[in-house]
Nanobody
């Protein structure tokens, strides 16, 4: 069955960095564009970044542009999100998914706090 397993979250100070990973299985990963979403407490889930099936044309939400980088390794069926210059407002649960959507994973918590 389809599985998306996010990892790499944690507690980091403002200005710090984290690298999230999303291990995909149960579908042909290399055929799907992929996305990162996040959901802060009490807020709706929002789109953070997208990338094409071949790993090109990354797009970012204005709030993370210039700080986050989405990438993928189709040989490893893995999606990444490099997050630099983290801010407290980046605190959220981060999820990966495909386009079109598949089943959501459990997400990984990112907390940015001093």
């Amino acid at each position: 069955q389809v599985q998306l397993v996010e990892s790499g979250g944690g507690l980091v100070q403002p200005g710090g960095s984290l690298r999230l990973s999303c291990a995909a299985s149960g579908f042909t990963f290399s055929s799907y564009a992929m996305t990162w979403y996040r959901q802060a407490a009490g807020k709706e889930r929002e789109l953070v970044a997208t990338i094409t099936s071949a790993g090109g044309s990354p797009n970012y939400a204005d709030s993370v542009k210039g700080r986050f980088t989405i990438s993928r390794d189709n040989a490893k069926n893995t999606l990444y999100l490099q997050m630099n210059s983290l801010k407290p407002e980046d605190t959220a649960v981060y999820y990966c998914n495909a386009i079109p959507f598949l089943d959501w994973g459990q997400g990984t918590q990112v907390t940015v706090s001093s």
